[in-house]
């Protein structure tokens, strides 16, 4: 069982982390200082640390120096939350193994602990390795993909014209449609790309921890403050802050939100000097705002000043020509993570791939991807490593697949009417060319 110390001053952010690693069963201890941590250090020995590259008392460069005087072999992986890339760099040049931007996806602090923990298994001379989080060759998982199709040509058009601005952006689309790798795009973008993109999940912030999340705290301000926090408004400053599922917060932080982005000042929990920010905020939800605004569960005037631009994400069903653009990106993602060498899809997976629904959208899309990678054993993935209700899923009425439908004018009739009557796109909707769908509005005595 492998030893894993973490240092980090954010208690509830720790407390969280430690729970995560533990149930991999992992054995972790925690310090929320770095004179705690040289304490821990001096009487124990750890294969992984992982530290915050800032702490109340030190600098995390001071516990990676230490660690690698006393126990070289050791391995140290640095976390930030302030997208201080120059002292990242400066960390992994005195040795750390890596370091990760906070907010960040367990899977990825546990991949990199793994492969940590490869390295310092290894014998003799470290080799010479590639980062997994930054390397050309690896896919990166929160990479927004363009598709092709027309929905998505309209979500690009609209990333591409409102990034430039500095103008708060609604994105609106069901639970797994990739809003915030669209959010992480306009950053990306903008003017702002070197700063700063803070990602938050309102939904997963306890109602009374809310106001020291967002604006921070001071020392002593409340039972288990044991230092300064630094909250999203300020960790985000000269660049964006990403607040997904906004419908979520409470009305007294719709409050305390709608003014800090008026007068674009914090101040933190217990302190009485206000903090100036200038931030972007990007807001996301799956959930109707203007319904929860008629209701009176969300603030009208909040509403307006968080959609200045609004974009409306469209679903995985709504965007089947990019259905295989997006799997395949997943495959390659997948053998990256799994070390595996699966090539592609045979036509009968691509078959059934093209008729389910997808009501998880993307995010489904990639589990079930993933789960197939891993469980191929070919080399190409095939329906029998594909769920059952994936594999049992036929073509419907909605399903705009001709020759395999009994309903084939009905089929027509509505792509037409999705498409105002537009033939080439009434084609593509239908996956035939525009000469097949001619014979077909000839043989059922469709005229427009």
């Avoid at 120096?65 to 400066?90: G, L």
């Avoid at 995985?316 to 053998?335: C, G, H, V």
């Avoid at 037409?416 to 009434?426: H, I, P, Q, Y």
Wanted: with cysteine; proline share 3%.
């Amino acid at each position: 069982m492998a030893k894993i110390l973490i240092v980090e001053d954010d208690v509830a952010f720790c407390t969280m982390l430690q729970t995560y690693l533990k149930k991999k069963d992992f054995e972790v201890s925690t310090a929320f200082s770095a004179l705690e941590a040289f304490s821990l250090l001096e009487k124990n020995m750890f294969e992984i640390i992982i530290s915050d590259v800032r702490l109340p008392d030190k600098e995390g460069l001071e516990i990676l120096r230490e660690v690698k005087s006393k126990e070289p072999q050791s391995e140290v992986i640095m976390m930030t939350s302030y997208a201080e890339i120059k002292m990242a760099v400066n960390a992994m040049k005195e040795g750390a193994f890596d370091y990760i931007a906070k907010p960040f996806n367990p899977e990825v602090i546990l991949q990199t602990i793994n492969s940590a923990l490869s390295n310092a298994g290894s014998s003799g001379e470290k080799p010479e390795r590639k980062k997994t989080s930054n390397s050309n060759n690896v896919p990166q998982a929160n990479t927004f993909i363009k598709g092709v199709s027309d929905a998505s040509k309209k979500l690009n058009d609209y990333i591409d014209l409102v990034a430039p601005t500095n103008m708060s952006v609604l994105i609106m689309g069901e639970s797994g449609t990739g809003k915030e790798q669209i959010a992480k795009s306009i950053h990306d973008k903008s003017k702002r790309k070197d700063a700063p993109f803070i990602a938050v999940d309102c939904g997963a912030i306890p109602k009374e921890l809310a106001s020291s999340e967002f604006f921070g705290h001071i020392k002593g301000s409340f039972t288990g403050a044991v230092s300064n926090k630094t909250g999203h408004f300020e960790a985000a400053n000269k660049g964006t802050l990403f607040l997904d599922e906004i419908g979520n917060l409470s009305y007294e932080l719709q409050v305390q939100l709608l003014r800090a982005l008026q007068e674009r000042k914090v101040k933190p929990v217990g302190s009485n000097e206000e903090i100036k920010v200038d931030i972007r905020v990007i807001t996301a939800t799956n959930e109707d705002l203007y319904e929860l605004v008629k209701e009176g569960d969300f603030r009208e005037d909040l509403y307006h000043r968080l959609n200045e631009f609004s974009i409306k994400v469209p679903s995985l069903k709504d965007r089947n020509e990019d259905l295989m653009i997006f799997a395949n990106y997943f495959l390659e993602l997948a053998n990256a993570e799994l070390e595996k060498e699966v090539t592609g899809f045979n036509a009968e997976a691509i078959e059934a791939i093209h008729n389910y629904r997808w009501p998880g959208n993307l995010r489904e899309l990639k589990n079930v991807i993933k789960r197939a990678v891993l469980l191929s054993t070919y080399e190409m993935v095939g329906t029998e490593v594909l769920p059952q209700e994936i594999v049992a899923a036929e073509v419907t009425d909605e399903s705009f697949s001709l020759f395999k439908n009994k309903n084939e004018q009905e089929l027509i009739l509505d792509a037409l009417e999705r498409t105002n009557g537009n033939k080439s796109k009434a084609a593509k909707l239908l996956s035939i060319d525009r000469k097949t769908l001619y014979n077909k509005l000839k043989q059922y005595d469709i005229s427009l």
